[in-house]
């Protein structure tokens, strides 16, 4: 196998600009397999960051930061004003959990921003979250998302992505 041999096919996820460093870097790794097994290590462990590199449709699609910042700054007042879960929030840091939600969005949407809260599990360890507190949320952020207008179709892209986190919230 020759390095020459690699093409990078051209997907929705990888614009051409990024596309040209990691076929580089693979053409580099296939001279030095040793290389190639670390990249695919790096690749695999991930981070809560996303590179340049990423695709930010959704990112885009919730309206970059200043959009996401609207939809939190929105959900932060339905979570007060909302009796089940207004409770959770009684003395707790607001501007630092406004500040996690819109790095977690921008994160998750693809955006060039890095999450530095910790984790969900550490985050809500001994809060007694319910499935109906976190179902409330869920309502709360639609809501929230619907006042700034964005779409039905992007909403549940952003959901699907916090979906799976429930498990690291909610005690049972």
Request: aromatic share 6%; net charge neutral; proline share 5%.
């Amino acid at each position: 196998m020759n390095a020459s041999d690699f093409t990078l096919p051209m997907t929705s996820s990888l614009r051409p600009a990024c596309a040209r460093p990691l076929l580089e870097a693979l053409r580099v790794a296939v001279a030095r397999p040793v290389l190639l097994i670390g990249m695919a290590f790096a690749l695999a462990a991930g981070g809560a960051s996303r590179s340049a590199c990423a695709d930010d449709t959704l990112y885009r699609q919730l309206g970059e930061k200043a959009g996401i910042d609207k939809i939190v700054v929105g959900l932060m007042a339905r979570l007060h004003a909302d009796p089940r879960t207004s409770e959770y929030f009684i003395n707790a840091p607001d501007r630092r959990i406004r500040e996690k939600l819109d790095e977690q969005i921008c994160v998750l949407g693809g955006g060039p921003c890095t999450y530095t809260g910790r984790s969900m599990k550490r985050s809500h360890a001994g809060e007694k979250i319910t499935m109906a507190a976190f179902n409330a949320l869920v309502e709360d952020l639609q809501d929230s998302m619907d006042e700034n207008d964005i779409p039905f179709r992007v909403q549940n892209k952003l959901l699907a992505l916090f979906a799976p986190m429930y498990r690291d919230i909610v005690e049972n």
